[in-house]
Structures are given as C-alpha cells and as structure tokens.
C-alpha cells in the first residue's frame, strides 16, 4: 500500500512584477539546493547556521572575464582588488592569483596586503585619511600614493622634503559626469580647476613624482556613459600635463563602482533586467581614453578598481528558519537566524531569497526578520515565498560585496565563512565567531573585576 499523498489545494499562482516574457511576468520559484556541486543541507550540517558560502570558481570566472572584456578594447589594462569590498586573505588571494594588485583605503588594510604578499608597489593607497606614518611607509616602499586633499599635498611634499627619493603621486579627480548627486566629497574638482591647481602645485615643487591620476565617480553606477564622460576629462587632463609640463603619465585609474546584479530598494525593475554588462563598462572607457587624443605609443596604463561587480554574484548567506508568526495587519512573519548585522547590504538592496528545499505550489507575500531584538531587523520588507517551516533552509543571493567588511557582533556573533574550491571541496575561510573572539582585546581594571550582588 503507498503513502497518501498529501492534499494541496488549487491556487492561483502569483507572478514576481519584472519584465514580460511570452510567458508572462517573471517567476522565481525554483529551489536552490546546492552551491557549486555541494549541498545546502551539508554545508549547514558541517559549518552551523548562518553561514557565508563563496565559491572560487565565480570568483575566478568573474575576474577572467572582465579582464578579456577590457583587455580586447585596450593595449594596456591592470586591475586591482578592492579590500574594503572583502578583505578575507583567502578571497583577496584568489584575485591576486589572477593577476591582480591591491587597492587600499587605510593603513590596516595596506598592511593586510603587504602580509599577503603583494609586492608594495603595486598596492595603490587612497583614501583621505593616511596620516604621516602611513604617507611616509607607503613613499619608502615606492607604492602609488592618491592624493585627496591639499592637506594631504602639503604633508607628502613636507615628508618627501626629507627623502632621498621621490614618492609617486596621482591625484583624486572629481567630476561632473551628467550623474547626481555628484561625488565630489573626495579629491579634487575639475570643473572648477581644482585639479589643475594640485597638478601644478606638484609639478612646481618637484618633490613628488606624478605618476597618474585617479577618479572613482560613484557606486552601484547604472550609466556607463559616465564612465566614458570621466574618462575623457581624465585624459583631456593627462594631454594638458604633457602639453604644459612635457611629462607623460603612467597610468589613469577609473576607480570602481560597476553595478553588481543585486535589486536596489525602489527599483521598477530587477538588477539582472537595469545593470550594465561590464562590456558596456568597458567600451565607454576605452573608447574616451582612445578617442581622446594621446599619442598612440604614449597610451598610460588603464588601472581599475573593481569590486561589487567581481565578487556580489560569488556570495551566498545560508540560512535556517526559526519561527512564523501573524503581524497586526495579517501578513506572515518570518524569522530568520541571521539579521543586519551579518547581512548589513539589506538595507538598500531586496536580495533575492530561495528556499533550499522542494516545496508546493502555494506561495504567500510575507516579512522576512532577523533574530535581533531591534525593530530594525529587517531583512526583506516584502518577498514572496511559499511557506517555510521552522527549520527549514533559505540562501540569500548576491551578498558577496561589503558583508563581510561590514558585518558586526551586534547582539549575535559573526558566523562562519567557507570557500568552495574548484573541485567542490569546501573550505573554512574564517572560522565563528566565540565569546572569547569578542572579549579577546578587553581590558577590566582590578576594581571592577569583583562584585556582589
């Protein structure tokens, strides 16, 4: 005798809002069982829950492929990993095996890289605050110093002053690029000759040694073309150094900012349907610096700093159900075991969430929480779901960029991150976090060490 089957009732199926396709709108309602080869439900069984799961082969496939895209448009491309968007040595490691220098923003990462052995001069140091320690190891190690500010001019020239040799320099160039509000917090304006203000300050001292210039005209950036706009001023500025001072650059650095394919909050349309191909990226770029009019046997080196668009789609958080619940209004709440502190992106991305197991036809818009007590917690305000019990597994996708760097132990301690390598073995990348992993650095003076209660 089988089994009964278990009784579902008709239902109308829902369709996500997207774009048409001939069979409608867009339907997501597939299970997401395994990650390259290795099932959910083991990687949860053998490292907890919740836990960051990236795979090696995306990450490699990713950097691969934007490397042919830009390097099939220009003579000379050099990209460098972003360590802000994910400074795990494991995952920094995989880029520099593919070829990649460092980009850095503070003195703890530059030496994050120089312990990973990235050669110093080829970590690019940016960021506005580099104090005169950081200024005076990054110029003795000859590694491309991006200037942010006068303050910062006057400090490297007064530090070069004293140096036998000269630091090499380029400056931070912001811009009006048809896209607003403008970034123009950090380095030095064009429009308004700022840029060319610093360049000649540079060239009169001569104690620095310009090497190159530098933008990074946003984040999460949907237009292309403002790449191409940047390009071409950076260029009209690198023609204008050549004219004047008789000096060529090495090297122009478009920054970072493509857009990964995540959903940002308020958008009419999913991220894989508005972001860019990096092809597009790319053949703004090229194109400006090209068409820009330096001589061709005198091209700089094109430098990028991408990050979100190598690394987003590479990340998965595994999750487990805790407990559902009615709200007021009559939606279902779902709790979750992990929240914003782990998965910080959730505040201005709509992550898209599938169910790691089979499941019915039925689905219900619900509220996705995490298990802190701050009303905050909300992972998804609205997603549409089939019903998840207590215990079951979720995977959110695309949390590869800035979770890692951005996560805290608010309330829950971090969890554990794995790597899944080209053969489908998993590896431990950072182990979870204990208790004593948050008290490690605590100091308590004898006199509050002793109470009674």
């Known amino acids: 005798m089988t089994d009964k089957m278990q009784y579902e009732r008709p239902v109308i199926k829902p369709l996500n809002t997207g774009l048409m396709n001939k069979f409608g709108t867009r339907t997501e309602y ?21 836990v ?33 968007t994910n400074y795990l040595n494991a995952i920094c490691n995989v880029y520099h095996q593919e070829g990649s220098w460092a980009e850095v923003v503070s003195r703890f990462e530059y030496d994050k890289a120089l312990q990973n052995g990235v050669p110093p001069d080829k970590i690019l140091f940016n960021g506005p605050d580099k104090t005169d320690s ?15 500010h006068l303050d910062e001019l006057y400090r490297l020239i007064d530090i070069a002053a004293k140096m036998k ?70 260029a009209d500025l690198a023609i204008n150094i050549k004219n004047v001072h008789k000096k060529n650059l090495a090297y122009i650095d478009m920054g970072g900012g493509f857009a990964s394919h995540n959903t940002l909050k308020g958008s009419y349309q999913t991220g894989a349907d508005s972001v860019p191909p990096i092809s597009q ?23 990028l700093e991408t990050g979100r668009a190598l690394i987003d789609d590479a990340g998965f958080l595994l999750g487990t159900v805790i407990s559902n ?8 709440a779902t709790i979750m075991d992990f929240g914003v502190n782990i998965l910080f ?46 215990g079951d597994h979720v995977v959110v996708h695309h949390v590869g960029a800035y979770n890692i760097s951005q996560s805290m132990q608010f309330i829950n301690l971090r ?39």
Not at 30 to 50: N, Q, Y
Not at 134 to 148: K, T
Not at 286 to 303: D, S
Not at 416 to 445: F, N
Request: proline content about 6%.
């Open 30 to 50: 597939e299970p997401f069982t395994h990650i390259d080869g290795v099932a959910v439900a083991d990687i949860i069984k053998e490292f907890g829950s919740p």
């Open 52 to 84: 960051f799961v990236f795979s090696e082969r995306k990450l490699r496939e990713n950097i691969r492929n934007a490397r042919r895209i830009f390097e099939t448009r220009y003579p000379k491309v050099q990209f460098a990993w972003s360590y802000k």
């Open 134 to 148: 950081d200024l005076e190891l990054a110029a003795q190690n000859n590694s491309p110093i991006h200037i942010d």
């Open 165 to 234: 040799n000269k630091p090499r320099v380029a400056i931070r160039v912001n811009m009006d690029t048809g896209v607003y509000p403008m970034w123009d917090r950090f380095g030095f304006n064009y429009e308004n000759g700022q840029a060319w203000d610093a360049i000649n300050k540079i060239m009169a001292t001569g104690k620095l040694n310009l090497t190159g210039l530098h933008t990074h005209i946003g984040t999460y950036m949907l237009s292309a073309e403002a790449y191409g706009v940047a390009a071409y001023k950076l």
């Open 281 to 303: 990226y790319a053949e703004a770029i090229t194109t400006a610096l090209l068409n820009a009019g330096i001589n061709t046997e005198e091209l700089p080196w094109l430098y």
């Open 325 to 332: 619940k009615r709200l007021a209004d009559g939606r279902r």
């Open 345 to 390: 992106t959730s505040f201005w991305y709509n992550h898209k969430i599938s169910p790691a197991q089979p499941f019915g036809n039925y689905t219900e818009d619900c509220v996705l929480y995490g298990p802190l007590c701050m009303n905050i917690d909300v992972v998804r305000e609205n997603v549409t779901l089939p019903p998840l019990n207590a």
């Open 415 to 453: 969890p554990a991150v794995i790597m899944i390598d080209m053969k489908g073995k998993p590896h431990m990348i950072r182990k979870q976090e204990k208790l004593e992993t948050l008290e490690r650095d605590e100091v308590v003076p004898d006199y509050l060490s002793k109470f009674k209660l």
